[in-house]
């Protein structure tokens, strides 16, 4: 993936008493291609994270649960075999459930593969090797110029 394509910190924003952290690469103006969102509750430990590739679907991973609620986005061609309607108007959807292997296999290296900040995927990696992660996030590695953060 070009550098100029890669995943960067997008925003930070505060979520009641948690943080989200936003990572996106864009396709075009206001369309995201993959992205990560962090989830952090009110002493900076993750809840969740949520991974969007727009070439293999989204994954979560929730704390103390690990992977959860994988989907496959269907094929262009299945996409078009639905109906007169959806050969008309096609649009790729969630396909349903995909199962934690496709989320290791595709989903999850696709996101952190593609990750500006090599550090932070690492870290990411990490998480994702244990159902239940207990060391609160360092919220100071979440700076960028530039990228509208609010916390």
């Known amino acids: 993936m070009d550098n100029a394509e890669k995943i960067r910190l997008f925003k930070v924003e505060k979520d009641g008493p948690g943080t ?5 690469s864009f396709l075009k103006k206001d369309y995201v291609a993959k992205s990560m969102v962090i989830y952090l509750d009110a002493s900076a ?3 969740k994270i949520f991974f969007s590739s ?5 994954v979560e991973w929730i704390n103390g649960q690990g992977l959860r609620n994988s989907r ?3 094929s262009e061609d299945s996409a078009k075999s639905q109906s007169y309607v959806s050969r008309r108007y096609t649009a790729i959807l ?3 459930a995909a199962g934690n292997d496709f989320a290791r296999d595709r989903i999850i290296p696709d996101i952190l593969d593609n990750l500006a900040d090599g550090e932070i995927a690492e870290w990411i990696g990490d998480v994702l090797s244990v159902k239940e992660y207990l060391v609160p996030a360092d919220i100071s590695k979440f700076t960028c110029d530039g990228c509208g953060l609010s916390v």
């Open 20 to 24: 989200k952290i936003f990572y996106a």
């Open 45 to 47: 430990m993750i809840s």
């Open 54 to 58: 727009n070439d293999h679907g989204t």
């Open 72 to 74: 496959a986005w269907e």
């Open 94 to 96: 969630s396909n349903g």
